[in-house]
């Protein structure tokens, strides 16, 4: 992803990219839910999804989701930069997701998902 505009602090914090771009819904036969895009079935680190994800976002998508990440925390806005230019530690992303987790975008899948559940 290549990054050329600076983020700005913003107000809206735009949950629904933020969640598009790293978090997924799998439905397996005996465990379903939302899960951290970014690590394989063994527990490393790969950025492959994630970038696959980014690449599927408007120019308009991707700077809206610099922003809400900068707003939301600017060390978290460093370390996804890492994570998109494939450059991060496994355990700087384990710090990001750790950080995404504090902000609530899994307790915003699961009340999206419980919405659309009725």
């Known amino acids: 992803m290549e990054i050329t505009n600076t983020p700005i602090k913003t107000t809206k914090i735009n949950i629904k990219v933020i969640s598009n771009v790293f978090t997924e819904y799998r439905d397996y036969k005996f465990s379903n839910g939302f899960y951290w895009v970014g ?15 980014v690449n599927k976002l408007s120019n308009l998508d991707k700077l809206e989701l610099l922003n809400s990440l900068y707003s939301l925390d600017e060390e978290m806005y460093s370390d996804a930069i890492k994570i998109f230019e494939n450059a991060a530690t496994k355990e700087e992303y384990y710090n ?17 998902f419980m919405e659309a559940q009725k």
Do not use: A, P, S, V
């Open 96 to 112: 990001f997701t750790e950080k995404l987790e504090k902000f609530g975008i899994m307790r915003y899948n699961w009340q999206c």
């Open 39 to 53: 690590m394989d079935i063994k527990g490393n680190y790969t950025n492959k999804e994630i970038m696959d994800n």
